[in-house]
């Protein structure tokens, strides 16, 4: 079984200070890695996301994330936050060898302050 | 062009009723997810469809019930409503099984 861990629930931030979300994730076999962001009462849409290969991943908004299988971690990086982007950011895995479903970790909030 | 719709955007209702949330997806996609969102903004998957197929039925309750009428909507019925359903669903859809996952806006239900 896959399980996903965020280690802070919530992460304040000034504007223009580089911020970093947390992820670790524990499976017995390969995985796909994902980050979704959820804006205040919106959906899920995707950030980034690590299939294979390069192990630094760059995706909207400025993010990057990096997976290292070793600490098996995949932490969300940008250099410089913006108060837009202030929201709920989840991490999440899937199984490549299985069914596509996600399993979530519980959430960092990123608030940002002027 | 909204690629992952869902409707209602919010339900109130009273426990004991019967209700219904729609999805559907234009992205041509295969495999359709529903999930629920509790009040710690926890998500988990509830079931899956690919092709109008079953495929994953997580642990809950027989009172759900997905109808998937064609590839392009995946229903969610919910009888006897209780406290606890109340939640954000999210319905999802990919192009297959191990395809990245888009979301709609979601469904906050309430039951009181």
């Known amino acids: 079984a896959q399980s996903v861990t965020q280690l802070d629930s919530q992460v304040p931030v000034f504007e223009e200070a580089p911020v970093e979300l947390r992820c670790n994730y524990s499976s017995s076999v390969s995985v796909y890695l994902f980050w979704y962001v959820q804006y205040p009462n919106q959906g899920l849409q995707l950030l980034l996301k690590?299939?294979?290969?390069?192990?630094l991943v760059k995706g909207i908004n400025g993010f990057e994330a990096e997976f290292n299988k070793s600490q098996t971690s995949f932490h969300l990086r940008k250099p410089s936050v913006h108060i837009s982007d202030t929201a709920e950011y989840f991490c999440?895995?899937?199984?490549?060898?299985?069914?596509?479903?996600?399993?979530f970790g519980k959430g960092t909030m990123l608030l940002v302050s002027p | 062009d909204t690629a992952v719709s869902q409707t209602p955007k919010y339900l109130v209702t009273q426990m004991g009723n019967d209700k219904s949330i729609k999805c559907e997806q234009n992205l041509g996609h295969d495999t359709m997810y529903w999930y629920k969102q509790d009040s710690k903004k926890f998500l988990k998957i509830m079931f899956s469809?690919?092709?109008?197929?079953?495929?994953i039925n997580e642990t809950v309750p027989n009172r759900f019930s997905p109808k998937s009428p064609d590839k392009a909507h995946l229903n969610l019925h919910i009888n006897s409503l209780e406290l606890g359903d109340s939640a954000v669903y999210f319905c999802?859809?990919?192009?297959?099984?191990?395809?990245?996952?888009?979301f709609g806006p979601g469904t906050r239900l309430t039951v009181l």
């Open positions: 999802a859809s990919s192009l297959g099984e191990r395809d990245t996952q888009y």
């Open positions: 469809y690919n092709n109008k197929e079953l495929i």
């Open positions: 690590y299939l294979s290969g390069s192990t």
């Open positions: 999440a895995v899937s199984d490549p060898g299985g069914y596509s479903t996600l399993t």
